[in-house]
């Protein structure tokens, strides 16, 4: 019960920390932050203080926001010393997230032509209201490894062919910071 209520107060810390951060960032938009630390107690209660700026406040507030206050990915590997890396951290994960998105955009009906579920063959012609999910919620990034600037991305597409409605996974391979393989992952399912 004690473990259940630190988490609860560590997320509810963070979203009070976001919630106040942007709602300043509202209420005083010509405010200037010279260099300040923003300290942050994530949901396994681990507190990061991390070197903030104008160039990076709304970065760091928006990637705790859409988190839910896990900064865990973030910190992992990180000595006290080396905190300050958060920031460009921050930027790589947006940056693939981006290329892995603009990947299956681009690439997705190609990849689904031909393909087979329950004795239907998708052609690419015949995709209709094709929708990668590219909230940052509905995207995972696994195997991260900032200092090579390696990654893998995991999207799901929707999509319909003859008014039935599909689902498909795909695995996007980031490797030196850019898109090296894009892969169906398992086989395409119903989602009826």
């Not at 039935?164 to 850019?178: H, M, S």
């Amino acid at each position: 019960m004690k473990k259940q209520l630190l988490k609860i107060g560590a997320i509810v810390g963070a979203a009070g920390l976001v919630f106040g951060g942007l709602g300043g960032a509202f209420l005083f938009p010509n405010k200037i932050v010279e260099t300040e630390t923003l300290t942050i107690t994530n949901v396994v209660n681990q507190t990061v203080e991390i070197p903030v700026d104008n160039g990076n406040l709304d970065l760091v507030l928006n990637h705790i926001y859409d988190h839910k206050g896990n900064v865990g990915t973030l910190t992992n590997d990180l000595d006290d010393d080396e905190v300050e890396s958060i920031v460009d951290r921050i930027v790589f994960l947006n940056e693939i997230k981006d290329l892995a998105v603009a990947e299956v955009k681009a690439e997705a009906a190609d990849e689904l032509d031909k393909k087979t579920f329950d004795e239907v063959t998708f052609d690419e012609d015949d995709l209709e209201r094709i929708r990668v999910q590219d909230d940052d919620g509905e995207i995972n990034i696994t195997n991260v490894d900032f200092e090579d600037g390696d990654a893998n991305v995991e999207i799901t597409v929707k999509f319909e062919q003859d008014d039935i409605k599909y689902g498909a996974d795909f695995d996007v391979k980031i490797k030196d910071g850019e898109v090296d393989d894009l892969t169906l992952q398992g086989q395409v399912y119903s989602l009826e």
